[in-house]
DNA sequence: ACCGTCATGTAATCGGTTACATGATTCT
DNA sequence: AGAATCATGTAACCGATTACATGACGGT
C-alpha cells in the first residue's frame, strides 16, 4: 500500500493490465490474470469488480456501463491513471520480497517431530513445484520475446524460483533417504 | 487459513515458537521472530500480542500474568496446542507458494515504460538480494545443525532463493548494460 | 425447454496493518 | 533528573478472502 496515494499493489495490477490489454472488462481482466500473472501474485475475481470501481472513484478510470443484456462494465485508463501507473513503474522498488510459503513454515518447526513426516512434505513440495515450472516453460513458449520481453523475463525468473525450490526439495528428500536416522526421529 | 480449526498461519507461527523456546511472553517472540524466522515471514508486532489472545481463547495456550511490575503475560503451549501444531506440521502442504514480489510486479508491466528505468530497479533489487543473502549465511553460521537441522535447512532455502534472485537481477542489469537498444526505450 | 458452464456481481467477515500511546529501564 | 531506548499494549481501519447468488449463453 503507498501511502502517497492510497493504491495497493492490487491497484496496480489493474492499472497495469488495462494499460496493456487497452479498454477491458473485470472479466477480461480476471482472464489475463489467470493465463500469465496470476501465477506470480492471485487473488480471488471479487477483486477485480470491487477494484476498478475504487480506481474509478480516484479519477484513474473511466467506466462504461452497457445499457442492453449483460450490463458490463468497461473500464478505461485515464491519462492520470496511466501516469500514476508510470511513476509507480519507474521508482524502484525499497521493500523487500518475502518467502511466506507454507511450506517452509512447517519446515521451519519440523524439527519437532522428525524425518518421517518432512519426508512427505518434501515429496509433496516437490511434485507441485515441478508442475509449477512446467507451467512457467509453457507459459515462456507462448511468450513473445520481441513484443514483451521484460514480461517474458518475469516468467523466467518464476521458473527459476520454481526450479530451484523444486531441485531443494529433492535433495531434502534425498538425505532424508539414504541417511537414514541421520536427522533424528524427533520427539514423540 | 486452515477451515477445520479456524487457524492461521500466523496462529501456528505462535504454536510453533511456544513449542520451541517454552512459555514466552509477546516480546520473547518477538525477538525469536526477528532473529531468524522473522526474514521469511515477517509481521507486525501487535499480532503476537493478539494471537496468543485467540488461541488462548481456542484452549491451545494458557495465560498467566504477573500482577507486580509490567503485568507480563506469559504463554503456555497446552497439550491440544501441541497437538494441534503436531497434527499441522503432520500434513503435507498443498497450497503452493505465490512469490508476491512488487519488484517482478513492476518488472511485469515494465514493456510500458523502457530499459533505463528497468536498469534502475535491477540495479536496487540485486542491492537488496544480496544484503538479504548475507544476512542467511550469517543465520546459518550461528545456527546449530546438528540440533535443529531443519531449521537450518530452511535458513539454506531462504540462502538459495535469495542468491537466485540477485543471479537474476544482475543478469538483466547486464544485458541491459551491453545490448543498449536490444530491449527497447518503450513507450513515452 | 433444459442443463451446464460461463460470466458477473454483492455482502459479510476478519486478519493484518497502521497508528497511537504509555510504562519500565538504563545510561549519562 | 532527563533522555533515549526497550517493552507492552490497544483501537480503528480496510483490503482481501469467503460465501452466496443470479443472469446469460451454447449445446442437445
Chains 1, 2 share one sequence.
Do not use: C
Not at 473500464?75 to 521508482?91: H, I, K, P, Q
Amino acid at each position: 500500500m503507498d501511502e502517497q496515494t492510497g493504491l495497493t499493489s492490487t491497484s496496480y495490477v489493474v492499472l497495469g493490465l488495462l494499460a496493456s490489454l487497452g479498454p477491458s472488462t473485470p472479466y477480461d481482466l480476471k482472464r489475463a490474470v489467470a493465463e500469465s500473472l496470476g501465477n506470480l501474485w492471485s487473488f480471488p475475481h471479487s477483486q477485480l469488480y470491487v477494484e476498478p470501481q475504487r480506481l474509478a472513484e480516484a479519477g484513474l478510470v473511466t467506466e462504461h456501463r452497457e445499457d442492453k443484456g449483460r450490463r458490463r462494465r468497461t473500464y478505461t485508463l485515464t491519462s492520470r491513471g496511466r501516469r500514476t501507473l508510470v511513476r509507480w513503474l519507474r521508482t524502484p522498488e525499497i521493500s523487500g520480497h518475502e518467502v511466506r510459503d507454507p511450506a517452509l513454515l512447517k519446515l521451519f518447526f519440523s524439527d519437532l517431530v522428525g524425518a518421517q513426516d518432512v519426508s512427505a512434505l518434501a515429496r509433496s513440495q516437490e511434485q507441485l513445484h515441478s508442475k509449477q515450472a512446467s507451467e512457467y516453460e509453457r507459459l515462456m513458449g507462448e511468450s513473445k520475446e520481441d513484443e514483451m520481453p521484460f514480461r517474458a523475463e518475469t516468467m523466467r525468473m518464476g521458473l527459476v524460483f520454481e526450479r530451484a525450490a523444486a531441485r531443494f526439495w529433492r535433495a531434502i528428500s534425498e538425505e532424508l533417504r539414504d541417511a537414514t536416522g541421520h536427522w533424528g526421529g524427533g520427539n514423540e
